[in-house]
């Protein structure tokens, strides 16, 4: 399970009347059930962080925290080992520079990789995200043997979605693979910074797994045309996510309602009308285009539904990043 951090500003925005969490601890009650084989985000108000964090530890068997290491320190991760929290996962866009301008504050890099210290020093698993954009490859290749000296256990680079602030006018253009300066790296960029990555992580030669993201998720241990199901898009088909406002969605990066716990029970709406609607735009039999004769859209799934909406208005038609 992963407790994210609320952040109104990118997905959702909480009214004036509606800003509290939905009870959270009623929803970890009737999640218990579900526990050991369907992943939660949800987003919980900072002024009852740690008393939900041991509320849900005593029910789930593995809870993530999601942060961006500004405000762990030493108390703070021994707190968190005390509530039962097994992993924390840190997001990093790159090295100093890159990611105290990527933040707006000079230190973010610092307390990052201070938190990761303390944390290690906990025995907490450390997982850190960076998500890739134009501008900070370089900058993440940079930080992938930081991270390793530090003893993260996972480094996983993911590819920015065109969703939130990064609107989609800055980045259709990019799809194409001409305009520079924009977000998102073309397709055929992307395989070659893969690539690049791989290399690195082959030199690197660590503890610490380095994963990066196609959706359409490359084996490329053994072979680049090989592929395994691990980053399978999973939503609605093993997790969901609760807002801060209590509506339940297949995803942060697909906000479309199928209910809300404050007035529906969570297994009610799993199985609703309108769970089952919206579960058919993650069917793979739905595909189109390209991914209609791929030999492995099987195992693909066509990618992140979200962001293929967000560039191509449509669903079905594959991952923006899959060079196929
Ligand atoms: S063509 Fe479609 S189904 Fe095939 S790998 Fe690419 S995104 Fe996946």
Sequence with gaps: M???????????ERSREDKFHP???????????????????IAIDERMFFEILRFAAERIPRVTVTSNGSLIDKKISQRLKKEGVSALKISIDGTEDFHDKNRGYKGA??????????????????RVQSTLMRENTGSIVELMPVLSGLGARVHSIVPVSPIGRARPQRLRRSVGGQASGDLMLSPKEYKDYVLGVNRAAKEINSKTVFEIRPVFGLDFKNNLEVLSTKY?????????????TGKVVPCSFFPMEMGDIRISGLQDIWVSDRAHQIRRVFDDKLLEGKCRDCQIRKECGGGCPANSYAIYKKHHLGDVYCWK
């Design 2 to 12: 992963l407790l994210r951090e609320a952040n109104k500003n990118l997905f959702f």
């Design 23 to 41: 009870k959270p601890k009623i929803v970890l009650d009737k999640l218990e059930q579900y526990s050991s084989s369907v992943g939660l985000n």
């Design 109 to 126: 890099y610092q307390k990052a990789l201070q938190a990761i210290r303390y944390l290690t020093a906990e025995g907490i698993e450390v």
């Design 232 to 244: 399978k898009c999973e939503a609605l088909k093993t997790t969901f996510e609760i807002t801060p």
